[in-house]
């Protein structure tokens, strides 16, 4: 097919997904509706650095679907083949049939409590490669114990199998392995359910809603957050931190989903409810790892501005934007807010910023820079209306991001 058709493709694709007119989206970037149906129709190409950016934050799509010249393929992570096998291990299952087969001793449940919380931290300091090498013995372990171990002990394994799926969930969204998320995302919450924990069945629907606006499933997401807050709602005593503090994270899905429809109105309203529970509950906190507080609803308000068109508001919001009130383990939560900064100084055309926060990202999570496809998509576009006067060290930046 040819380029400029394909491209044509991909954009009317999207906008219908978007629910908008080629009326609608022709003013939103500036264009009149019969240029924009031209493009669509591959009658003509994109020559406009500023009219492409305006597509990837409007869209959804990433810089190279919108570029005749395909970017390198995200930095592959090489921990992935791992996961996968571990999960399409099924150890433990034969006890199920035969009950009095043992395919081995499940690990310890101090032993399995330990290695989730440590693996947890890695997760939030982002180092991703030191989970991966971590999670797949992790994966066997709890597999195993929550079909083999005796009755008595059969909640508090799938308990901890719930646990670990949420971590396998969160590390394989973060560095673009969307498809193998959604399933350990739904094995969390399956484990959830034989566990009898329905807490831990909200966070699973938590990281599951993050999975799906991965997955380009912004309607699936926001369905999903808002059934669970419902339900949560009836059920919390507002005296409960902890329950509390997942009611709040599920609107933070909630205002990811909901900039991804590019609904300002819905995310201004989702914000707010979520920052009203941080409030309440009174200072950050970090129950099930989901880092919830006034600083990371902040931090929600900045991404979400970014993705859903609003550049302005998010440097606004991102340079005013304190976090020490984080743990300080929670790296990939500071690094976060450069990245969004970086799109937003780019969507302003404003380079030499975008570069020195994708810089100050690296410093703080060198993994994160790598593994994170948007990321590459930003350093993919800031090359190719490259200044070398102005950013010297973007090439250097982009090397070691794996883009030649």
């Known amino acids: 097919m040819d380029a400029r058709k394909d491209i044509g493709q991909r954009i009317a694709r999207a906008r219908r997904r978007r629910g908008l007119s080629q009326t609608v989206l022709a003013g939103l970037i500036g264009r009149s509706e019969s240029w924009l149906s031209q493009v669509e129709r591959g009658r003509r190409s994109m020559d406009s650095h500023t009219v492409i950016n305006a597509l990837t934050e409007i869209l959804g799509l990433p810089v190279d679907d919108l570029t005749a010249t395909k970017a390198d393929a995200m930095t592959p992570y090489q921990a992935a083949v791992g996961i996968r096998q571990a999960m399409m291990g099924y150890d433990g299952l034969s006890s199920l049939i035969d009950p009095g087969h043992a395919e081995g001793s499940p690990e310890s ?48 394994y799938q308990t901890l199998r719930s646990l670990t799926y949420h971590c396998t ?56 957050a808002l059934r669970a807050v419902d339900a949560l709602g009836r059920s919390t005593r507002r005296s409960d931190p902890r329950p509390l503090s997942v009611f709040g994270a599920l609107h933070l899905v909630a205002v990811t989903a909901a900039a991804a429809r590019y609904d300002h109105t819905a995310v201004r309203a989702f914000l707010e409810r979520a920052r009203r529970t941080a409030e309440h509950i009174g200072h950050d906190r970090n129950d099930f790892w989901t880092a919830f507080g006034l600083t990371n609803v902040t931090i929600h308000e900045v991404s979400a501005a970014v993705e859903s068109g609003d550049p302005r508001q998010a440097i606004s919001k991102g340079e005013t934007l304190n976090t020490t009130e984080l743990a300080a383990g929670l790296v990939g939560r500071r690094a976060q807010v450069h990245l969004d900064l970086a799109r937003a100084y780019a969507a302003q055309r404003k380079d030499a910023a975008a ?48 883009i030649a």
């Open 355 to 402: 570069v020195n926060m994708l810089l100050e990202a690296e410093r703080l999570s060198p993994q994160l820079v790598r593994y994170g496809g948007r990321t590459r998509d930003l350093l993919t576009q800031l090359l190719k209306r490259e200044h070398r006067a102005s950013t010297p060290q973007l090439r250097g930046l982009a090397a070691r991001a794996g």
């Open 169 to 224: 969930t969160t590390t394989l969204r973060r560095v673009g392995e969307a498809e193998p998320a959604w399933m350990a995302a739904d094995r969390s919450l399956a484990a959830a359910e034989e566990a009898e924990k329905p807490l831990l069945v909200a966070v699973s629907a938590y990281r599951l809603g993050y999975v799906f606006v991965r997955l380009r499933e912004p309607d699936k997401a926001l369905q999903l």
């Open 109 to 156: 449940l101090v032993w399995l409590r330990h290695e989730i919380r440590q693996v947890n931290r890695l997760y939030q300091a982002t180092r991703y490669d030191e989970v991966g090498q971590r999670l797949p013995r992790l994966i066997v372990a709890t597999e195993l114990g929550s079909r083999h171990t005796p009755a008595r002990h059969r909640r508090a």
